[in-house]
């Protein structure tokens, strides 16, 4: 060893003399190699610290107006929105039609327009009651920088499905369905703060709606189909068998949007010859039809026709009355669901009172002649 040890450098370590130098040199190389790594370790592990930013104005702005929302403090979120809706468009920007069950999770600054700016835009993510994110994009203006910044137009343009309930409806507030031009094809729109919503969800004991929470994030939404279903038919059946009497009151062979009616009426003493007009025309009842309700439009279908018999008496005194026997066909009658929860039966296309049909449009012939 001591040959071996002349040989080396002055700059190598002479090696161990013994098993417990060797020991110790082996140990120590160890120690120090596990005392790098472990600091290394720790080293590439520790948390860098972050100093955190303090949220911009407008983020600020923006959190102010989320947290009004939440508390359903409407006149607050107004006063920082621009492009406020009014009237019937406004209907749902009440306290009772807001919910609590989403939250926000970031407000951003993403872009400012110049050093001391007076437009931006801000990202939001809010969250659902169903757990998800939904972003959100809001420009936001003053017209210096010394004034608050004011949310432009951060609403939802909501329109609805044309189905059998004559009112739209969303967390609970119930609207009636607003009137609209025959010739105007775009749905009724109406505004809706952010939030989650609940369409169709407080319904009658008459009808069932399949109805999921629905986020609203900006934009345009159009509420989806929802399924609805007759829970008690004997109500619609009653709604028929009103409309029926209704109709059976009419002192006429014809009325549009009847289930019944006729537009000859023979003689009964001469065959070949049709009534020109009668001084008397009486419908009664036999029997109603029997009907069932099925799919979102709530279409009525006869399981039974019904029966009806119309008497008629003609012009010239002692003119013997002519009776002829009717059905009642339902098939173009349907039903829907008014805001106060009765059953309205109505026409096909003709959801209005009955007298206000035009009868050149809706005619029925149903008797046997």
């Given at each position: 060893?001591?040959?071996?040890?002349?040989?080396?450098?002055?700059?190598?370590?002479?090696?161990?003399?013994?098993?417990?130098?060797?020991?110790?040199?082996?140990?120590?190389?160890?120690?120090?190699?596990?005392?790098?790594?472990?600091?290394?370790?720790?080293?590439?592990?520790?948390?860098?610290?972050?100093?955190?930013?303090?949220?911009?104005?407008?983020?600020?702005?923006?959190?102010?107006?989320?947290?009004?929302?939440?508390?359903?403090?409407?006149?607050?979120?107004?006063?920082m929105t621009s492009g406020v809706p009014a009237g019937a468009?406004?209907?749902?920007?009440?306290?009772?039609?807001?919910?609590?069950?989403?939250?926000?999770?970031?407000?951003?600054?993403?872009?400012?327009?110049?050093?001391?700016?007076?437009?931006?835009?801000?990202?939001?993510?809010?969250?659902?009651?169903d757990g998800y994110d939904y972003p959100m994009w809001l420009?936001?203006?003053?017209?210096?920088?010394?004034?608050?910044?004011?949310?432009?137009?951060?609403?939802?343009?909501?329109?609805?499905?044309?189905?059998?309930?004559?009112?739209?409806?969303?967390?609970?507030?119930?609207?009636?369905?607003?009137?609209?031009?025959?010739?105007?094809?775009?749905?009724?729109?109406?505004?809706?703060?952010?939030?989650?919503?609940?369409?169709?969800?407080?319904?009658?004991?008459?009808?069932?709606?399949?109805?999921?929470?629905?986020?609203?994030?900006?934009?345009?939404?159009?509420?989806?189909?929802?399924?609805?279903?007759?829970?008690?038919?004997?109500?619609?059946?009653?709604?028929?068998?009103?409309?029926?009497?209704?109709?059976?009151?009419?002192?006429?062979?014809?009325?549009?949007?009847?289930?019944?009616?006729?537009?000859?009426?023979?003689?009964?003493?001469?065959?070949?010859?049709l009534f020109d007009d009668a001084s008397k025309v009486e419908?009664?009842?036999?029997?109603?039809?029997?009907?069932?309700?099925?799919?979102?439009?709530?279409?009525?279908?006869?399981?039974?026709?019904?029966?009806?018999?119309?008497?008629?008496?003609?012009?010239?005194?002692?003119?013997?009355?002519?009776?002829?026997?009717?059905?009642?066909?339902?098939?173009?009658?349907?039903?829907?669901?008014?805001?106060?929860?009765?059953?309205?039966?109505?026409?096909?296309?003709?959801?209005?009172?009955?007298?206000?049909?035009?009868?050149?449009?809706?005619?029925?012939?149903?008797?046997?002649?």
């Open positions: 060893m001591d040959d071996v040890r002349g040989l080396l450098p002055d700059y190598v370590d002479p090696l161990p003399r013994n098993r417990a130098d060797i020991w110790y040199f082996v140990t120590r190389r160890r120690f120090v190699a596990t005392l790098i790594v472990a600091l290394l370790a720790v080293w590439l592990l520790w948390p860098t610290p972050v100093t955190a930013e303090e949220p911009t104005d407008s983020e600020v702005r923006v959190s102010e107006f989320f947290a009004a929302l939440q508390r359903r403090d409407v006149d607050t979120a107004m006063s468009d406004a209907g749902f920007l009440t306290p009772s039609a807001m919910s609590d069950d989403w939250r926000v999770k970031t407000v951003r600054d993403e872009y400012r327009f110049g050093d001391e700016p007076v437009e931006v835009d801000v990202s939001v993510t809010l969250v659902g009651a420009l936001l203006t003053r017209d210096s920088v010394d004034d608050p910044w004011i949310l432009e137009d951060p609403f939802t343009l909501v329109s609805f499905p044309m189905i059998a309930l004559a009112y739209v409806e969303a967390n609970g507030v119930r609207l009636p369905e607003p009137t609209q031009d025959p010739s105007d094809y775009e749905p009724p729109q109406f505004a809706m703060f952010p939030g989650s919503y609940r369409f169709y969800s407080d319904v009658d004991s008459l009808i069932e709606v399949g109805s999921e929470p629905t986020m609203l994030a900006g934009g345009v939404h159009t509420v989806a189909v929802p399924d609805l279903r007759m829970v008690d038919e004997s109500a619609a059946q009653r709604a028929v068998n009103a409309y029926v009497d209704e109709c059976a009151a009419l002192p006429a062979l014809q009325v549009g949007g009847c289930p019944f009616g006729t537009d000859r009426v023979p003689d009964p003493e001469d065959d070949e010859r419908w009664e009842v036999v029997e109603y039809p029997i009907v069932t309700v099925a799919g979102n439009n709530l279409n009525l279908t006869d399981r039974q026709r019904g029966a009806i018999r119309l008497t008629v008496t003609g012009v010239d005194p002692g003119t013997e009355a002519a009776v002829l026997d009717c059905q009642i066909l339902t098939d173009r009658l349907s039903v829907r669901v008014l805001p106060d929860g009765r059953l309205q039966v109505y026409p096909e296309g003709y959801a209005g009172a009955l007298l206000d049909v035009d009868e050149t449009l809706i005619e029925r012939r149903t008797c046997d002649v």
